[in-house]
């Protein structure tokens, strides 16, 4: 059912009643108790910005969405219960680029393929410095992330 809501200066608003059991996706989030709280698009692909209950409830989503052939990316994860962590979780601004050129230039990697002394060079700070940020930066990171869908 279609009714038309109102005119607005870019068009005209209408609202829908959809019946969910036909749409995987409106499906899948009633099931798992989201909430969408925006959805833009013209045809292919639509955006959609969805409230989860749990990290939990987000995964059972993307389960549902893969088992059912829906395509999908997850464009960004924000926690609303901590809003001082921004899309980032919690690193500073340093400790980001100090953990995000570390990434890029391969000190994670296995061999090595760059040392604390190369970052420092980029990063024009001392050694201890580089390994501390790295270290608070992955601290942050775990807390806000894997930590924090563990407790929910």
Not at 9 to 17: K, M, P, Q, R
Not at 44 to 63: G, K, T, Y
Request: aromatic fraction near 10%; proline fraction near 5%; charge should be negative.
């Amino acid at each position: 059912m279609m009714c038309h809501a109102g005119l607005l200066s870019e068009g005209v608003l209408y609202t829908f009643e959809w019946d969910v059991e036909g749409d995987a996706v409106f499906r899948s989030v009633r099931d798992v108790d989201a909430y969408i709280l925006d959805a833009a698009g013209t045809g292919d692909p639509w955006h959609f910005e969805l409230r989860f209950p749990s990290h939990d409830a987000m995964s059972s989503f993307q389960d549902r969405c893969r088992t059912d052939d829906v395509g999908f990316e997850v464009i960004r994860v924000y926690n609303p219960g901590k809003p001082d962590l921004g899309p980032w979780f919690g690193p500073t601004d340093r400790q980001r680029e100090a953990i995000a050129l570390a990434v890029e230039e391969g000190y994670y990697d296995i061999p090595r393929d760059c040392t604390t002394v190369e970052l420092v060079e980029t990063l024009d700070i001392s050694d201890q410095t580089v390994t501390e940020r790295l270290r608070r930066a992955t601290v942050r990171l775990v807390a806000n992330t894997i930590l924090t869908s563990r407790s929910s």
